[in-house]
């Protein structure tokens, strides 16, 4: 009965209560985040994107609200987060052009995560492999202490 109850609490300890519990707690608080935007006209999509054409600072605040993870705006305005979804692809045709858009979150450490969003604008009648516009933005967030 001893080595199930030592057994519980080491992996109790190892793993917590549960992956939402921890996953929100991550977020919680001030992040510093440095992005930088790239843009790259009539391209493949495997063509690089050069230089980077802006970069820009920003603190993001997350807090928990009724059971919730929030990103908090400056102007006090709350965005809803779901931390289980690190990936969101969203595709939409608006007329004639094909937007889709990729939205990556990878944590790279307790205390910094890496946050891409990757947009496609294409002509939906264009024949060739050529995009008409590529969008890239990499921000790197580390946490304020």
């Not at 996953?23 to 001030?30: A, L, R, V």
């Not at 690089?48 to 820009?56: E, I, Q, R, W």
């Not at 979804?85 to 790279?108: D, L, Q, R």
């Amino acid at each position: 009965m001893k080595k199930i109850l030592i057994i519980s609490l080491v992996t109790l300890a190892l793993f917590g209560c549960g992956d939402d519990k921890v996953t929100k707690e991550y977020w919680i608080g001030d992040w510093q985040c440095t992005a930088n935007d790239y843009e790259k006209h009539n391209g493949d999509v495997n063509e690089d994107f050069g230089d980077s054409v802006s970069s820009s600072e920003k603190i993001m605040t997350f807090k928990i609200l009724d059971n919730e993870l929030y990103q908090i705006n400056k102007d006090g305005t709350k965005i809803l987060i779901d931390p289980n979804k690190m990936e969101n692809i969203i595709n939409k045709v608006v007329g004639s052009t094909k937007i889709n858009t990729k939205k990556t979150t990878k944590i790279v450490n307790s205390d910094t995560f890496k946050l891409t969003m990757l947009t496609e604008i294409n002509n939906i009648n264009s024949d060739n492999n050529v995009i008409d516009f590529r969008a890239k933005t990499e921000a790197v967030c580390t946490r304020i202490k």
